[in-house]
């Protein structure tokens, strides 16, 4: 049972871990540490509106390059149906091309902050279960949790 429960927690640091890196690489590409990387409007795009679910997306395809890429992005249904999509434009970053942004929307700033609540969520998550995998004693937490059961394996182990 113990050997079930440091599994438990190693998988959890993997998946907490990787999902803060994950957010912390998306920080850096959308430019959350200053200009690193250039951002270039597309030559070519098309946007296309999803208003269905909420929140809405707008779905786009443009062309860097000569190269044709897809993504997406959310917005509130107001801003959704009522904007003229004439006025927004598809900027790209150059080095890493499928990262992309709406720019008349501001939201190269709302990606950045989505990213830094990722990360806050996935960190505190990870300091969390690091500390009560470090300082909780599990073998009573087991105890509990399991009974006799878990005690009388113990007893029998030390017998032996």
């Known amino acids: 049972m113990k050997t079930f429960v440091k599994m438990i927690f190693y998988l959890n640091f993997l998946l ?26 597309a030559e070519y795009f098309v946007i296309n509106r999803d208003t269905v679910p909420e929140p809405s997306k707008l779905i786009y395809e443009y062309v860097a390059n000569g190269k044709k890429y897809h ?3 959310y917005f509130s249904p107001d801003i959704a149906k009522s904007a003229d999509l ?12 499928n990262i992309s942004v709406i720019k008349e929307s501001n939201s190269q700033g709302i990606r ?9 969520i996935f960190g505190a998550a990870f300091l969390l279960m690091f500390l009560i995998y470090r300082f909780a004693d599990l073998d009573k937490w087991i105890r509990i949790y399991t009974g006799e059961e878990y005690r009388r394996r113990k007893e029998m182990k030390q017998k032996q």
Request: hydrophobic share 45%; proline share 0%.
């Open 16 to 41: 907490t871990g990787g999902a803060f890196m994950f957010s912390f690489c998306q920080f850096v590409l959308y430019n959350g540490f200053g200009n690193m990387f250039e951002y270039k409007t």
């Open 71 to 73: 993504s997406f992005q």
């Open 86 to 97: 004439s006025k927004f434009n598809v900027i790209y970053n150059t080095t890493f091309k």
């Open 112 to 120: 950045i902050q989505g990213q830094v609540i990722l990360m806050i």
